[in-house]
């Protein structure tokens, strides 16, 4: 039910989920810095980058904080697609005056939390601890935290009451997490291992992945983790059930690109 609801959800937001392969355009330029590469999907900076002249390691930087501004609207506006259809409001003064709110918490959320992971691989490295056994706490901190864009967005929280929203939401839903954490790790491995395919036979291997990613799998998870965090409304799963019972057409119509402008 959960895969069907999410599929659902997707196809009404299939359009707008198309804005994430704009992202695309990084690609070229993270090719110029020697710390960052792309694989699995994923957009990695080297450990290294500390070695690197100051320079260089301010451009590394800023040029991916401007991808995560840019990630961080994308996310807003596919969350908030899935939150139209599943609730009424005042459309114009959410896009006018709230959007730019949600994608500023978002960014911020994002822009720690790649900090947190970064400076805690660095620790745990360390420690002589292997790369592949230190991806372990990271995909728990990973775990934990992966409702705080839904919480932003749907509760029009700020982040520290979006963090705790967060974490309510896990000790009543703890299935859920289980459910939708599993979903996405699969998702992800199984691009990791269609790039491991690719790479006999193209170079173009992991731009492909990342496009995957980019336009269908994480578009997709944060869908996914929209309508399960909405579903804890008992009004909106009454209605849900509902709209199930009646035909297509009766669905309110998806968010269109020309709504998204802030």
Known sequence: ?????????FRANSKTVLIFALLLVFVPIFSIFQNIYISSGSVFLDYNLLLSSPLLLFGEIALLLLFLVFYSFFASIVIF???????????????????????????????????????LTLFLLSLGMPIALAAIPLLLVSFV????????????EGLRHALLSNFDFL??????????????AVLLALVQLLEFALIQV????????????????????????????MMRFELIKEHEA??????????????????AKP
């Open 171 to 184: 000790a009543q839903q703890p299935v859920v997490f289980l459910k939708v954490a599993v979903i996405g």
């Open 242 to 259: 509902v709209l199930r019972k009646k035909p297509h057409y009766f669905r309110p119509a998806p968010l269109s690109l020309a709504e």
């Open 1 to 9: 039910m959960l895969l069907q609801n999410s599929f659902e959800q």
């Open 81 to 119: 697609g899935v939150r139209k259809n599943l609730s009424s409001v005042r459309l114009q003064f959410y896009l006018h005056e709230m959007l730019q709110k949600f994608t500023l918490r978002i960014f911020v959320f994002f822009a720690l939390y790649c900090l947190l992971l970064f400076l």
């Open 145 to 156: 935290l992966q409702f705080v864009p839904q919480a932003v967005v749907v509760d029009e």
């Open 202 to 229: 193209t170079m173009l291997a992991p731009y492909i992945s990342l496009l995957l990613v980019l336009v269908l799998v994480q578009p997709f998870i944060e869908i996914m983790k929209t309508y399960q965090y």
